[in-house]
């Protein structure tokens, strides 16, 4: 009974940690070398640890989504920008599984989500969409990751594992390139390229 609560703990800790790093627009860590160092340094099943950060990711970045929809769109945004963005909604309507694809591929791969939930926020569709393919990948993806570092940690010597810093100047400027992205984004003239295939800017 005691070790059933340990185990409950941890993974409601778990579970606290990853959620707020997701909810963060930038400077997080990536969840999947988070969840690698708790597999590193406690003794939890790489499963469990795998489900929980998959959920906590998951509900984490569909709650950034949707403040970038309250915050920035609807605050922020003029209404000719908003119009501009819902061309990329009205794109998108018609191409579910290629959303489904491309969602689906951003959680199996360990590159930053954050830009692109904001931008899918701004659009004001519905958020379900998005959310099982990204729990699908992080599923698959936090398990081999975690189980990856695990079984590396039984070959390499503990302290150079533990003493790798997270914050490295490839993914601060990865991160400041993302809040470019999101912010041209905004800028590009999204009717124009999808009607005339031709590239324009808005002032």
């Known amino acids: 009974m005691t070790e059933a609560l340990h185990v409950l703990g941890s993974l409601a800790a778990i579970f606290a940690v990853v959620f707020s790093l997701?909810?963060?627009?930038a400077f997080a860590p990536p969840t999947w070398t988070v969840l690698s160092f708790i597999a590193i340094r406690y003794d939890l099943n790489i499963i469990l640890i795998a489900v929980t950060g998959a959920i906590a990711a998951t509900l984490g970045r569909v709650t950034l989504a949707k403040l970038a929809n309250v915050?920035?769109?609807?605050?922020?945004?003029?209404?000719a920008q908003k119009k501009n963005v819902d061309a990329i909604?009205?794109?998108?309507?018609?191409?579910?599984?290629?959303?489904?694809?491309?969602?689906l591929f951003y959680a199996f791969s360990p590159l930053p989500s954050n830009h692109l939930f904001i931008a899918y926020g701004l659009?004001?569709?519905?958020l379900k969409e998005i959310a099982i393919p990204f729990l699908l990948g992080r599923l698959v993806s936090y398990a081999f990751w975690a189980f990856t570092a695990s079984?590396?940690?039984?070959?390499?010597?503990?302290e150079a594992i533990i003493s790798k810093r997270f914050a490295t100047w490839y993914f601060i400027l990865s991160q400041l390139f993302g809040l470019l992205?999101?912010?041209?984004?905004?800028r590009v003239d999204w009717h124009r390229l999808f009607t005339e295939k031709r590239l324009g800017w808005r002032k």
Do not use: H, W
């Open 22 to 25: 997701n909810v963060l627009p």
């Open 71 to 79: 915050l920035v769109r609807r605050r922020l945004l003029s209404e």
């Open 89 to 103: 909604k009205t794109q998108l309507e018609g191409r579910r599984r290629l959303t489904f694809a491309i969602f």
């Open 123 to 126: 659009t004001a569709k519905r």
């Open 151 to 158: 079984r590396a940690a039984e070959r390499l010597e503990y």
């Open 181 to 186: 992205v999101i912010y041209l984004f905004t």
